[in-house]
């Protein structure tokens, strides 16, 4: 197998616009920043002014409306360095270019998906079936799945999370095995979309995705909830200059070097759930 010739800013447009399609993350950060440097940003947010009792006796004093930044910096940069072989290229005519780039995107997304899940560690809450024993869920019935959206609904609301935002749960597979297996044979109604591709389960007022980048830790698997491009910040750092395409010195062939570089931060902890599941999610007996 080998490439045909490659344009290098078509080969950076469509690893960006895989990066969107392929990552579950992107879409679903606070991308509301601003840069300062070369490799930083400031997360930008707004303070929320005060309810004030209306006086008609007396001249009203205004608030001057605030925001609050938090600083960001380059933490993840990695790439898919390959070597096309002219004696690959010449053996055949096949034109795979696209299925390549798709490839490295997959590669590439999956690291930074994993990257940001990894952030477990810096959430203000953590969600357990009970004391510190995660989640797990009955085989047969899954019965306990609306008690743990109503637990976790419970934290969000513990938490002020703003009723304006969508609430986002992103756990591994076997959560998706334990909601449908609970909803199986019920009159429940609950339906599937899609967002950038990736397909998101709306349920008992959440948005579910499912990933198998969570953070699995002993037998213990780190899913993640947070409200709508909130909490968790990401900038992604692409430009040409971050994906080449020259010949080989040395070798007789031409080398590919697509690189993502990116940023990603928790700046808001009350806004950042650490849930727990069992990494047998769904019992086995």
């Not at 959440?206 to 909130?230: E, I, R, Y």
Request: hydrophobic share 40%; aromatic share 8%; proline share 2%.
């Amino acid at each position: 197998m080998a490439l045909t010739k490659v344009q290098t800013t078509l080969w950076m447009q469509t690893i960006v616009q895989n990066y969107l399609e392929k990552g579950i993350m992107a879409p679903l950060c606070n991308r509301n920043l601003k840069q300062t440097g070369a490799n930083a940003w400031k997360i930008v947010a707004a303070v929320a002014g005060t309810a004030e009792d209306v006086d008609d006796t007396s001249d009203i004093t205004y608030q001057a409306l605030e925001d609050s930044s938090t600083d960001m910096t380059v933490n993840f940069d990695k790439h898919v360095p390959q070597i096309d072989l002219d004696t690959d290229r010449m053996s055949t005519d096949i034109q795979y270019l696209m299925a390549f780039m798709n490839e490295s995107a997959a590669v590439l997304t999956s690291a930074l998906d994993a990257a940001v899940l990894g952030n477990y560690g810096d959430a203000g809450y953590d969600s357990y079936e009970t004391g510190s024993t995660a989640w797990q869920f009955t085989k047969d019935t899954c019965a306990e799945v609306p008690g743990f959206f109503a637990k976790l609904t419970n934290q969000a609301k513990t938490a002020n999370w703003p009723d304006a935002k969508d609430k986002i749960l992103i756990g591994p597979a076997g959560l998706e095995e334990a909601i449908l297996t609970y909803s199986g044979g019920r009159a429940t109604t609950f339906g599937d979309q899609v967002i950038n591709g990736r397909k998101v389960m709306d349920f008992m007022g959440w948005k579910v995705m499912f990933s198998n980048q969570c953070t699995t830790v002993s037998t213990t698997v780190h899913g993640l909830a947070f409200p709508m491009q909130d909490s968790i910040a990401m900038a992604i750092q692409s430009d040409l200059a971050s994906v080449e395409s020259m010949r080989a010195e040395g070798r007789h062939g031409t080398l590919y070097r697509p690189r993502l570089r990116a940023a990603h931060k928790v700046y808001r902890s009350e806004g950042l759930i650490d849930v727990n599941f069992n990494s047998t999610t769904v019992a086995t007996s």
